[in-house]
């Protein structure tokens, strides 16, 4: 599996820049099936061959390699006046990550 941030433009990122996050890999879809226009819009394919799935996702990377969740790109959260990723933090799912709603709601400062 591979993964990088790329610009709108289509260059890499540079290291703290958000961009949308690309996923390469044999776990990676072909495409979208009876669906060409989509999946000439969400894969991409280099010189080199590999095929990109355009995620959608905004992220950036440090230094040290580590991805950081931004925002959606083109779906956002249909919460008035909320962030997605804050939305994400209400989600029943998200506790399974060691913490429960009343933490969660205890460390959300907007």
Request: hydrophobic share 35%; net charge negative; charged share 25%.
């Amino acid at each position: 599996m591979g993964a990088r941030i790329v610009r709108e433009d289509g260059t890499e990122a540079a290291d703290g820049e958000t961009g949308e996050l690309w996923l390469t890999g044999g776990n990676i879809a072909l495409g979208y099936w009876g669906n060409p226009e989509a999946t000439a819009e969400t894969f991409f394919e280099d010189e080199q061959g590999r095929r990109w799935l355009k995620t959608g996702d905004c992220f950036k990377v440090d230094k040290a390699g580590f991805f950081f969740f931004e925002d959606r790109m083109k779906v956002r959260c249909a919460l008035p006046a909320i962030p997605c990723s804050t939305a994400l933090l209400y989600h029943s799912h998200t506790r399974g990550l060691g913490y429960s709603k009343s933490e969660w709601d205890a460390s959300l400062t907007c």
